[in-house]
């Protein structure tokens, strides 16, 4: 053979190899949390999309739900306003809460819904606001602090997700809720995300972020942990395995599993196309935790 034509057949045996992959999770939902340097970086974006198209094509029913954390204090710092954090989550007062909305809503959901429209998908940008998607309350700090008009997830609604979703669009949701008094909350995307799969009942959920995965050493790429149980999960938090900002996510994660989502992915959104290699691919390249 040439070397054309070897090349061929290299191509031609990663598909063969996803086959497996693609008849079991055919026809099945798998929420995406999108965030990290896969939403800025545009020759990691493009990736993302043709993933993302690609799971749409071959049969499986893909739900996005993004963040926009830097492009929230870009625009803030623009504005002369400083962004506070408390432990990670943002101090959002009114008119952070609304300049929070027009970026998420009105600028990122609105850019995803275009980029995936070019490679033929139908997708439709709504955030927790519509249809009463997202029933919140204000999120309470276990410290007394005051968080301001950061929110948690207190009922998914599904119905406009499964109308979007049953009419062949992609659903792509921004992470702003609403109270009964009608208040505008921020919600933590990766909460968000774990909500939606579970009430969605999700096959898989996949968090795109900077890091390989869960390690037992962030400094040793070779500690990337494959797998996970809940309980060895809950085990590396209590031993500080897991620390820092890989807590939340990690509890996000187990949260997911408890909610019924039959495997969570934590995966570097920094690799091109990581979403099909962990999905398609014997060897995975982030932690599935199931």
């Known amino acids: 053979m040439t070397e054309r034509q070897e090349n061929g057949v290299k191509k031609a045996q990663v598909l063969i190899e996803a086959i497996p992959y693609i008849r079991k999770f055919r026809g ?85 819904v275009k980029d995936l429209e070019a490679v033929g998908i139908h997708a439709c940008s709504i955030n927790g606001k519509d249809g009463s998607t997202f029933i919140s309350k204000k999120k309470e700090d276990k410290k007394g602090r005051d968080l301001g008009f950061v929110g948690e997830i207190e009922k998914v609604d599904i119905t406009l997700i499964k109308t979007l979703m049953d009419a062949d669009f992609i659903p792509v949701i921004s992470p702003i809720g609403t109270d009964s008094d009608g208040n505008t909350y921020n919600i933590n995307a990766d909460y968000a995300a774990s909500s939606v799969a579970g009430a969605l009942n999700a096959q898989k959920l ?9 390690m037992k050493d962030k400094d040793d790429p070779e500690s990337l942990i494959k797998k996970l149980s809940e309980s060895e999960a809950i085990s590396l938090i209590e031993s500080g395995v897991i620390s820092g900002g890989m807590i939340p996510k990690t509890e996000c994660c187990l949260d997911a599993l408890k909610k019924g989502v039959k495997s969570v992915h934590v995966l570097d959104g920094r690799i091109p196309h990581s ?8 060897e995975g390249i982030g932690t599935m935790l199931l």
């Open 28 to 112: 099945t939902t798998v929420v995406i949390k999108y965030g990290g340097s896969a939403m800025v970086d545009n020759a990691l974006k493009k990736a993302v999309i043709t993933d993302i198209a690609m799971l749409k094509f071959i049969g499986l029913k893909p739900v996005i739900v993004h963040g926009g954390g830097k492009e929230i204090s870009a625009l803030l710092a623009k504005m002369g306003k400083e962004s506070v954090f408390i432990d990670g989550l943002r101090y959002t007062d009114k008119e952070t809460a609304d300049v929070a909305e027009m970026v998420l809503s009105g600028t990122i959901g609105k850019n995803l």
């Open 275 to 282: 979403i099909l290699l962990e999905i398609f691919t014997e």
């Open 206 to 214: 996949v968090f795109m972020t900077d890091v390989d995965g869960i």
